[in-house]
């Protein structure tokens, strides 16, 4: 198993540039998590899926959108990115909702 | 929401002494609680992790306490090693996880 992808690495957007993060898992966990970690602090949730079709916000979900069409992909979406949204996004997956794998990250910058 | 606070932000120790790193969370239904390491560059991973009906766990050198009562857990790493160093987070979950913002640990050789 992969277990849990992310793409891009590493992305630099202008202010007010649009984009999808992707994820994916090949668990067949039902439960999927999307985090940003801001320098030197601990992980804040954005959004989370418990199956496809499902979606809920987390502390932090304004200025992104996610959708969950299928198990294995959740992506998360930017409109207009701000400089505030500099950070690094982690993409976790769960069978029973407690223990999270997480994927290795995303690290994104606006300039 | 939960509130997960962690104490201390920085832990410097010497190899082969024993670190303790403390949370307090505010909801007490939240009923999981982990705790992740996190290398510099790298994914947090999981390195052991308490449910609310048990008061302690111990993987080798790696133990969590969990007191209800007080709303409190903490992570013991006995019989350091510098690869021990690294950031350490902690978590209180109920439907959603809560992160504490974390501690530096660095285990001196």
């Known amino acids: 198993n992969a277990g849990v992808t992310q793409t891009p690495k590493f992305r630099i957007l202008k202010i007010g540039q649009s984009m999808t993060l992707q994820c994916t898992q090949d668990?067949?966990?039902?439960?999927m998590y999307w985090y940003r970690q801001d320098p030197g602090m601990g992980l804040k949730l954005i959004y989370y899926s418990v199956g496809a079709g499902i979606t809920d916000k987390g502390e932090v979900p304004n200025g992104y959108n996610v959708s969950r069409s299928t198990t294995e992909d959740f992506p998360l979406r930017l409109e207009l990115a701000a400089p505030s949204q500099t950070s690094v996004y982690f993409c976790?997956?769960?069978?029973?909702?407690?223990?999270?794998?997480f994927g290795p990250g995303t690290r994104l910058t606006v300039l | 929401g939960e509130n997960v606070e962690q104490h201390p932000s920085t832990l410097s120790v010497q190899e082969g002494d024993s670190a303790v790193i403390k949370c307090t969370y505010s909801?007490?239904?939240?009923?999981?609680f982990p705790w992740y390491k996190q290398e510099l560059g790298k994914r947090p991973q999981l390195i052991i992790d308490?449910?609310?009906?048990?008061g302690e766990k111990k993987d080798q050198r790696i133990a969590v306490t969990l007191n209800k009562t007080a709303k409190h857990f903490s992570l013991h790493i006995t019989e350091t090693q510098p690869e021990d160093s690294a950031v350490y987070f902690c978590?209180?979950?109920?439907?959603?996880?809560?992160f504490g913002a974390g501690t530096r640990l660095t285990v001196k050789p």
């Open positions: 668990m067949n966990h039902n439960y």
């Open positions: 978590a209180a979950s109920r439907n959603d996880m809560r």
């Open positions: 308490i449910r609310s009906n048990v």
């Open positions: 976790a997956s769960s069978t029973t909702g407690v223990e999270q794998f």
């Open positions: 909801d007490s239904a939240s009923n999981y």
